[in-house]
């Protein structure tokens, strides 16, 4: 591929899903208008979502989901020998997501409730470096498309790769936004790794964290803000938990 | 021509989820044929139990990276009805464009990125935008289109921000509204360049005769609550909907099953329109008729047109959802409400079927018991047995396995299964 003079290989990417929603994998696809300028960057080996096409040759390996299965652990183990560059795609993948709330309960009693006296394999979800290395992390729930195709670009080109340092807060203030503290709601903005361009404070709900903690963050300030305004430690509590991205942190 | 021989294939390319597909054939007859639901499960419901009610539909949401709207409705509609909270029109009106939004990302990507290429014979899309570039194009602009609707109208295309019990967090931007019209009329005439392509393709003749269930109101298209209706003359409540779907577990496979009146039944854009089809847009009706399609039909290939009328009424009353939003102050989006103890279903038609939430919630408006119960989990009994009867029929033809191994494949497919959301 021949571009602005300089010649660059198209990445020869694959990707895979585990236990999860493959809404992830679906932004891929989205974002219909830089589409095709997208696609031209990647030479497609193995997306089972899209094409009946398999092969096992390629060095990028997108990873979406988290493991909750045996059989999924030998299946990644076989990804992560093949993939020179493993990419946890996603909050499941990145921190275990929503899937996560299970493991408040026995896999035992989870069968129980939802599929009676009928024996059904589970194990408590873990993210995917639990299982393998990881080499670079894509949070969102969903991922952002836009960040995705900065990635990829900086694998294409061989550009460092970096995720923004800063919080939430940062791009919700810049979006002119009223604060959700102020309107008596706690908000994980102020710890939550931006990136996302406060998608969801900028509709008027709460940041629930689902690209993880910033870099440096405050937790004992954070806390302090939530104490001093009087609200709810047990929402708090639900919010940190909701995508299992503070698991340090929680209090 | 080979007489025994199995057809084994892992999970199935181009849908959502994992599902394998096996068929035996000895002495040219089919010994077995099976659809296996092999997805890992995720325990919404278990995941569901202690939340509090605000924070339900962003959990339920993430069962489906395709329909996550419908799946945040129905979460919110069982709520509001356990716990007697009413929203305002603005939210309600946005809420159906919100769907319609979703239903159109969801039918475009089914029709041309998984369903096209196999009438096409190619292994996916990306050889058709070299040979169809238009057609393609076409697809793209659709899905964007209907993205960008649920954009305006939920705050992001996957995973909606603003849909909340008791109304809206945030109103619709009228600009971005009015933008979005202009979109929809500048688009609209892609759906007839959809239609005269698939028009072109060809439609295997097969058919079992089945029970289609849909909601029905009584006034309009169903999309948002209703009474649960079946083909075959039933009749119930939204609430009572375990009397509708009879869910069952078999060994082989973490979805679960359900059945009506017969041995299986079926859920979707085609059990719409052959419930519905009176309530559909006059441009709707005239693009089924260009198909000679009429209810009731009892082709599953035929969910593929389905989808595609529906496509065309969806952009029909988008485009009057969006004139009245404009015309309304919208400034009361969202109900107050106290949290109540209660319980209640919330029925919607997701794209791929009747998509049910049941909640129970405490005084405090946490959840005590949930149940969810998915479109294809609906359809799961049909698929299995449409596999068996449209082998016989490939058989009786005299087709070869690997003709045989393709139509099963495409009547999967034709369902649109949304296999993740089915095991959830």
Redesign the interface.
């Known amino acids: 591929m021949n571009q602005q003079g300089l010649r660059f290989e198209k990445l020869k990417i694959a990707s895979f899903?585990?236990?999860?929603?493959?809404?992830?994998?679906?932004?891929l696809?989205?974002r219909?208008?830089t589409?095709?300028d997208f696609?031209r960057l990647l030479d497609?080996r193995n997306f089972?979502?899209?094409?009946?096409?398999?092969h096992d040759d390629y060095d990028i390996a997108l990873i979406e989901g988290s493991i909750?299965?045996s059989d999924?652990v030998p299946r990644l183990q076989a990804i992560r020998r093949q993939a020179k560059v493993l990419v946890a795609f996603g909050t499941c993948a990145c921190f275990g997501?929503?899937?996560s709330?299970?493991n408040r309960?026995s896999s035992e009693?989870?069968?129980r409730?939802?599929?009676?006296e009928?024996?059904?394999e589970?194990m408590p979800v873990r993210r995917v470096s639990e299982v393998v290395k990881v080499d670079l992390s894509i949070p969102g729930?969903?991922v952002a498309k836009e960040e995705v195709e900065r990635i990829i670009v900086s694998l294409v080109t061989g550009a460092q790769v970096a995720l923004p340092k800063y919080p939430v807060c940062v791009e919700c203030k810049a979006a002119l936004n009223t604060c959700l503290f102020e309107l008596g709601e706690i908000c994980l903005g102020p710890i939550t790794r931006a990136g996302c361009h406060a998608?969801?404070t900028?509709?008027?709900?709460p940041c629930?964290g689902c690209r993880g903690p910033a870099e440096e963050i405050n937790m004992e300030a954070f806390l302090h803000l939530v104490r001093e305004r009087g609200l709810s430690l047990g929402?708090l509590q639900?919010?940190l938990a909701?995508y299992n991205s503070f698991e340090a942190f929680t209090p | 021509m080979k007489r025994d021989y199995t057809i084994d294939i892992h999970?199935l390319?181009?849908?959502?989820?994992h599902a394998n597909i096996n068929i035996t054939v000895r002495e040219g007859r089919l010994v077995d044929a099976r659809w296996a639901v092999v997805e890992?499960?995720?325990?919404f419901?278990?995941?569901l139990?202690g939340?509090?009610a605000e924070?339900v539909p962003?959990?339920t949401s993430?069962?489906?990276?395709?329909c996550?709207i419908s799946h945040a409705l129905a979460s919110i509609r069982s709520l509001e009805r356990a716990m007697n909270i009413v929203p305002p029109i603005v939210a309600e009106k946005t809420r159906l464009l919100a769907m319609h939004g979703e239903t159109l990302q969801s039918h475009a990507?089914h029709l041309f990125?998984?369903a096209a290429?196999d009438f096409a014979g190619t292994?996916?899309?990306?050889p058709l935008?070299e040979s169809h570039p238009d057609i393609v194009r076409a697809g793209?602009?659709l899905?964007?289109l209907g993205?960008e609707i649920s954009r305006v109208t939920?705050?992001?295309?996957?995973?909606p921000?603003?849909l909340?019990v008791g109304g809206l967090?945030?109103a619709p931007d009228k600009a971005q509204l009015a933008a979005l019209q202009k979109m929809i009329r500048e688009r609209k005439p892609l759906l007839e360049t959809a239609c005269a392509f698939f028009r072109t393709l060809a439609i295997p003749d097969f058919s079992r005769e089945t029970e289609f269930i849909s909601l029905s109101n009584g006034t309009s298209y169903p999309a948002i609550g209703g009474d649960l209706v079946s083909s075959d003359g039933i009749r119930r409540d939204e609430n009572d909907y375990l009397l509708m779907t009879n869910e069952y577990?078999k060994?082989f496979s973490?979805t679960k099953f359900t059945r009506l009146s017969r041995e299986t039944s079926a859920a979707g854009a085609l059990a719409r329109f052959n419930n519905s089809s009176p309530f559909l847009h006059p441009e709707a009706l005239k693009a089924a008729e260009s198909f000679g399609f009429r209810p009731v039909c009892h082709n599953p290939f035929m969910n593929n047109i389905a989808q595609l009328v529906e496509c065309i009424h969806i952009l029909e009353d988008a485009e009057l959802l969006i004139e009245s939003l404009l015309d309304m102050e919208l400034s009361s989006i969202k109900t107050p409400w106290k949290a109540e103890a209660g319980s209640a279903t919330g029925a919607v038609e997701a794209p791929r079927g009747i998509l049910y939430h049941h909640m129970e919630t405490d005084s405090e408006g946490r959840v005590v018991k949930a149940d969810c119960i998915i479109p294809t989990t609906q359809n799961n009994a049909n698929i299995d047995l449409d596999l068996k009867a449209i082998t016989e029929w490939a058989l009786e033809k005299g087709k070869n396995d690997r003709e045989i191994e393709k139509l099963c494949e495409m009547v999967v497919r034709s369902y649109d299964p949304c296999i993740?959301?089915s095991v959830h």
């Open positions: 899903d585990f236990t999860c929603c493959e809404g992830c994998q679906l932004q696809a989205n219909e208008s589409l095709a696609l497609i089972r979502e899209i094409s009946s096409e398999r909750s299965r999924e997501g929503v899937n709330l299970k309960v009693a989870a069968v409730e939802v599929y009676g009928m024996k059904v589970t729930c969903p998608v969801c900028t509709g008027k709900t629930l929402d639900e919010k909701f | 999970h390319t181009r849908v959502e989820g890992t499960p995720r325990f419901e278990v995941m139990k939340m509090s924070r962003f959990l993430r069962i489906c990276g395709i996550s990507l990125f998984l290429p292994a996916s899309v990306l935008m793209l602009k899905k964007e993205n939920t705050g992001r295309c996957t995973h921000v603003s909340v967090s945030k577990t060994d973490t993740s959301c």
